[in-house]
């Protein structure tokens, strides 16, 4: 195996992201050291230039010892892309990390959701985040998030509250706390759950870092739940890398006028899935984690009366608003407030011309 410290040296030319990084080391898997490297046919790994074989002539071939160096001394570690820790999820990305600096008392093994969402949520998002976070939990999934402000933070308060496994991915070093405010729930997250970035120890918060972060949550989850995102917001990067990956995409749904959810209607538009609680995540999920059969009508005993009847109305085909109405003797306008609470919940699904049947 390539030692730790030539690997991170490797990872720090610039240049070599991490495709060309593990084209090296899959093309040459015995080097033992540095001197070793530079000794091999670099010419001959794909996507390897003369400028990047110059680049790796002239490199600090000191720098991968101090920085593992200062990952040992933050009690961290480091985990790259060939150690039996490195999660079997994040490796389906095409441009899986070359590795990860891993601090913290909690776990990678397990099934986890990424919740990600606004930094300035209203008070409709923040409840339904922690909501959602704490369903999530009680569920056995552990949950991913970036560790901004807003929906981010929430979702990893509320697994440290239920004692559930939680993973911040940062966009910084895993010694560098950001966003400041965040101190205390850093050092809770550091007892009970884990941060993890793919930047050395001492790297500070860059724009550009955390739409590369933004694909790791998703490549460590097996579906992203948005939780408010305006359009163009950086949440709805994670979705797309989701999406990108194979993972199940979720959105949940706002008020029609409200620009903080905007971006998770159009995900929805383009085929996430709608959620108002935990159950619609579950049921895109596998086994042990979906619901039994028949669970979801046991649920309906608890609806609602206006809620019970329609949805013992429908049975069959789709139908049109207003034969809903009329059969049932309903006002439309509070038929249709009733119908989007049942679609929210999952229970309803809404096609062309305001058909509407069971889910």
């Not at 790259?80 to 590795?99: S, T």
């Amino acid at each position: 195996m390539v030692p730790d410290h030539v690997i991170l040296t490797l990872h720090e030319v610039p240049g070599l992201g991490p495709r060309k990084v593990r084209a090296i080391l899959n093309t040459y898997p015995e080097v033992t050291s540095w001197t070793d490297l530079l000794g091999r046919n670099l010419a001959r790994v794909e996507g390897i230039s003369s400028t990047l074989i110059e680049r790796l002539k002239s490199a600090d071939r000191d720098m991968g010892r101090r920085i593992l160096d200062k990952t040992h001394d933050l009690k961290a570690r480091y985990i790259h892309y060939w150690h039996d820790d490195y999660p079997p999820l994040l490796k389906e990305l095409y441009d899986a990390p070359v590795g990860l600096y891993v601090r913290g008392a909690g776990s990678m093994k397990g099934d986890f959701l990424g919740i990600v969402g606004t930094r300035q949520p209203t008070a409709y998002g923040r409840k339904h985040a922690r909501t959602l976070a704490h369903d999530v939990i009680a569920t056995g999934l552990g949950i991913v998030s970036g560790f901004a402000r807003g929906i981010d933070s929430i979702a990893h308060r509320a697994a440290l509250e239920t004692g559930g496994l939680t993973i911040a991915v940062l966009g910084c070093g895993v010694d560098v706390i950001y966003p400041v405010e965040n101190r205390k729930l850093y050092q809770t997250l550091l007892e009970h759950g884990l941060s993890v970035s793919e930047y050395p120890p001492g790297t500070k918060p860059d724009g550009h870092h955390f739409p590369r972060r933004n694909r790791i949550i998703s490549g460590l989850s097996l579906g992203v739940l948005v939780v408010e995102a305006g359009i163009g917001s950086g949440a709805l990067i994670t979705a797309y890398h989701a999406n990108d990956n194979g993972r199940v995409v979720y959105a949940l749904p706002g008020p029609v006028d409200s620009a903080k959810s905007a971006g998770c209607h159009e995900l929805i538009q383009d085929g996430a899935k709608l959620v108002g609680r935990v159950e619609d995540i579950l049921a895109e999920l596998p086994s042990p984690y979906a619901a039994p059969p028949g669970q979801q009508l046991d649920l309906l005993r608890d609806l609602p009366g206006p809620e019970r009847d329609i949805l013992e109305y429908m049975d069959g085909d789709p139908v049109v608003v207003d034969q809903i109405a009329e059969d049932l003797n309903r006002d439309i306008s509070e038929l249709l407030s009733v119908l989007l609470h049942l679609e929210m919940k999952g229970l309803v699904i809404q096609t062309a011309g305001k058909r509407f049947s069971r889910a």
